[in-house]
């Protein structure tokens, strides 16, 4: 009986301790030789932007003369496309045939090093979708080239503010007339074309002239600008009468209807003007 209380506690030890057996570690994974993080998908010329390129050396031994490269995959060539601005953590970089290199000495086995490239897109890149590739070289040694993100170069995009402002003086002859003066101006940045403005006398006024065609028998005029160059401007007049029955309020406007490029703000597209007519030789604007 002894011996099988022996035995009996013997196998209770070894299935208790079978439960305790720690499960296998898993090895942390290698970083890759090279990676890369950019700070957008998307840029227009001019414009800049950044890339974070990290290197890693899985070898045994030393890279000698490590660097950090970027490229455009075939067939762009990065340096036809983007200039550098800095890259800080490196000692030097520079441009070497289509690819651009940061220089970081040696790196030992085992170590990584990281460079943050600036980025600025020539004024004259043409527009598109670009995949960046990255690489880890050295002296003695060179890494296996990954293909990074895509990166578009958008077109640029040109727009013309054509504001808008109007005038009233009175002169009174046998009635009074008012002549409205139209002010429109390219606030750019780029050159506006093909520029219509639409001014309109008030009812209870009659058509007297205009430096812009009238639109037949309407009380509208059309003033047409053919180009207006950025920060520059130009005036139109129309002019109007009162008459015997006119009394009141009178609201005249001019209004922007067509330009080119696209004018990026309609708050100043339109312009009024009020004058009060108390009897046909007194108006006050």
């Known amino acids: 009986m002894h011996a099988w209380k022996l035995v009996r506690a013997a196998l209770v030890t070894a299935v208790a301790g079978a439960g305790l057996v720690a499960a296998p570690q898993v090895a ?12 957008t998908a998307s840029v ?31 067939p762009a060539y990065l340096p036809n496309l983007v200039d550098i601005v800095s890259c800080p953590e490196a000692f030097a970089c520079d441009q070497l045939g289509s690819s651009y290199r940061a220089g970081f000495h040696d790196v030992p086995a085992g170590e990584s ?15 598109g979708t670009i995949t960046l590739q990255h690489q880890f070289i050295g002296e003695n040694y060179a890494f296996e080239t990954f293909d990074g ?16 402002s109007m005038t009233a ?20 940045p780029a050159a506006a074309t093909g520029i219509r403005v639409v001014g309109t006398y008030p009812a209870g006024l ?13 009380r509208s005029v059309n003033c047409d600008i053919a180009s207006l160059a950025s920060g520059a401007s130009t005036t139109r007049t129309l002019t109007a009468d009162a008459g015997l029955l ?15 490029p696209a004018d990026p703000e309609s708050g100043n597209d339109k312009a009024t003007r009020s004058c009060t007519a108390l009897t046909s030789l007194i108006v006050r604007c």
């Open 206 to 218: 009659g058509y007297a002239g205009s430096s812009c065609p009238r639109v037949g028998t309407t």
């Open 28 to 39: 942390n994974a290698v970083p890759p030789s090279s990676a890369i993080e950019v700070s």
């Open 149 to 164: 993100p895509a990166l578009t170069i958008t077109p640029v995009q040109t727009t013309a503010d054509v504001a808008v």
């Open 246 to 260: 006119t009394l009141g309020s009178l609201v005249a406007t001019a209004q922007r209807t067509t330009s080119s």
């Open 113 to 127: 090093r990281t460079v943050t490239w600036t980025f600025r897109v020539k004024d004259d890149a043409p527009a």
């Open 169 to 188: 003086s009175v002169r009174t002859l046998v009635f009074a007339r008012i002549t409205y003066t139209i002010t429109v101006k390219n606030n750019g």
């Open 44 to 74: 227009a010329p001019g414009q800049t932007f950044t890339v974070t390129e990290t290197l890693y050396n899985d070898r045994d031994f030393t890279i000698v003369g490590g660097k950090a490269g970027m490229y455009a995959k075939d």
